[in-house]
C-alpha cells in the first residue's frame, strides 16, 4: 500500500477553533501519528486509561494526538476512554484512506458526514451516519488550499476489514456514493457523537479505487 509520508494536520494554520478545551486527534497506527506528529510537534504526554496521550499546543490551541490501533473496536475503545476522561472542543479523525473515486495519492479526504459498511455476503451501510462539523471543515479547506493540497470532500464510510480489490472499491462506491474508505472514523465518530462533541475528517489518500492492492493487508491483523 502506498504511505504519503507528510500528513495535511497542522499544515499552517488550523481552522479556528473554540480553545476552551483541547482537540483530540485520532490516528490508527504509529506511522500515521508519527505523520501528523511532524506538522504538529508535542511536549509532554499524558496517560488517559491507560491510553498514551501526546499533548501540544500551537497559538492557544492545545491538542491531544492519540493512536487507536487498527479497525472499528480498537478506535472504539480508544476514544472512548479519552473522551469520557478528557473534555474536548473537537474531534478530529486523521490518517490514510482509500480513494473511493478519482484521486492521486496524497490528496485530501475531507469529510461532510461518515457511515459504516459491512460485509455479509453483500456490503450494506448501517443506520449510524454522523455529519461532520461544517465550520471546522471550510477551515480545513482554506488550510489545504494555502497548502497547495487538492482535497476531495464528501461522504466517508468506515470498514472492518481492509478493501483490497479494486471491484470490491468500486462496489462499494456505487452503494455509499463515498469518496474515501478507512477503518476507524464511524467508530471515532459515534463516540464524539455520544458525547454531544463536533466530529471533523480529514485524511490523506493512500491508494486509489481502481487499485488493487498487491498483499491482503487483513492477514495482519489477525490475532
Not at 7 to 16: E, I, K, L, M, R
Not at 146 to 165: F, K, P, Q
Request: net charge neutral; charged share 20%; proline share 5%.
Amino acid at each position: 500500500m502506498n504511505r504519503p509520508p507528510t500528513s495535511s494536520v497542522g499544515a499552517g494554520q488550523p481552522p479556528s477553533i473554540p480553545a476552551v478545551n483541547p482537540i483530540a486527534i485520532f490516528a490508527a497506527t504509529r506511522w500515521e501519528l508519527q505523520a501528523v506528529r511532524r506538522a504538529l510537534a508535542t511536549d509532554r504526554v499524558a496517560t488517559i486509561g491507560g491510553v498514551r496521550c501526546h499533548i501540544g499546543q500551537q497559538g492557544d490551541r492545545t491538542y491531544w494526538l492519540i493512536q487507536t490501533g487498527v479497525g472499528p473496536a480498537a478506535a472504539g475503545t480508544v476514544a472512548g476512554k479519552v473522551l469520557k476522561a478528557q473534555a474536548m472542543s473537537l474531534v478530529m479523525s486523521t490518517g490514510f484512506a482509500c480513494a473511493l473515486v478519482p484521486a492521486q495519492v496524497g490528496d485530501l479526504i475531507v469529510g461532510t458526514e461518515v457511515s459504516s459498511v459491512q460485509a455479509e455476503g453483500t456490503w450494506a451501510m448501517r443506520n449510524d451516519r454522523v455529519l461532520c462539523d461544517g465550520a471546522v471543515r471550510a477551515g480545513l479547506l482554506i488550510v489545504a488550499q494555502d497548502a497547495g493540497l487538492i482535497a476531495r470532500v464528501g461522504t466517508v464510510v468506515s470498514s472492518g476489514t481492509v478493501v483490497c480489490e479494486a471491484q470490491e472499491k468500486r462496489r462499494l462506491r456505487r452503494l455509499t456514493d463515498a469518496i474515501g474508505l478507512d477503518m476507524e472514523s464511524a467508530a471515532v465518530a459515534a463516540v464524539a457523537q455520544e458525547q454531544g462533541l463536533p466530529m471533523a475528517i480529514v485524511r490523506t489518500v493512500s491508494d486509489l479505487v481502481d487499485e488493487d492492492l498487491p498483499l491482503d493487508f487483513n492477514l495482519f491483523l489477525r490475532p
